[in-house]
């Protein structure tokens, strides 16, 4: 599976892009090189697993569930270690990118992998809602929302099905006044734009020391003007699309912001 997504990394990458929005730039040099890097990882760890992991066990069926953001890479951290110790996969990419999912359901047959070990299935909220609660999952992983995370772990509870969940995310900014503005603007510009912002963690809360605001503003602004919005397919594009309207429409909903001073000492 490693070689195979190595010796089509230009397929996967172009696939990746043109599914999910992300400039081709992130999906050749970064998301594509990190699959195949987590597969070899992981067919490691399998030859290992006696030696270093006696007494565990494969769960069975994992049924796992994944965004839109990192479509392939979100795959390979899941799959990989599934299969590697033993288990099956059943996995549903988000409804609106699974291109991806379905060339490596492809190339999983290419690799000679018996049937029924990686299975994909596509489809919206209530095909990922049939494949959780199915009586013949015996582990569930998901990746997305805390509001239907928290339905997933409802739904599970009670019966003997391993749960594994990301849920929720983003992060803050943090500038005191003995930072480097411009080495930090460099950062929270990264934190907050890198794969359109499409990042669980992303830093879409700055919190700047009263000393610094101004001139950090003014750096970020500056350095925001740079910033060069395009095809998602030209290299030379920082920011590409946005991965569907409905993500769109969430983006451009309208936003209050708060000034915030905090007590200092006498």
Known sequence: LARLVQNLSRLFAVLESLDNGKRIRESREVDV????????YHAGAAQLMEK???GYRAHGVAGQVIPWNFPLLMLAWIIAPAIAMGNTVVLKPAETTPLTALAFADI???????PG???????????GRMLVEHPDVDKVAFTGSTEVGNAIQRAV???????????GGKAANIVFDDAPIDQAIEGIVNGIYFNQGHVC???RRLLLQESVADEALASLKR?????RLGDPLDKNTDIGAINSSMQLSKIEEPVSYTHLTLPTKA
């Open 117 to 127: 070990v990686v299975n994909i299935i596509t489809g919206a909220g209530e095909t």
């Open 201 to 203: 963690c992303a830093g």
């Open 33 to 40: 090189p990190l699959v195949g890097r987590h597969f070899y």
């Open 223 to 227: 350095r925001l003007t740079t910033l």
């Open 52 to 54: 270093e992991m006696p």
């Open 157 to 167: 509870a009670g019966t003997k099905k391993k749960l594994t969940l990301e849920l």
């Open 108 to 114: 999983s047959q290419q690799a000679g992998l018996p």
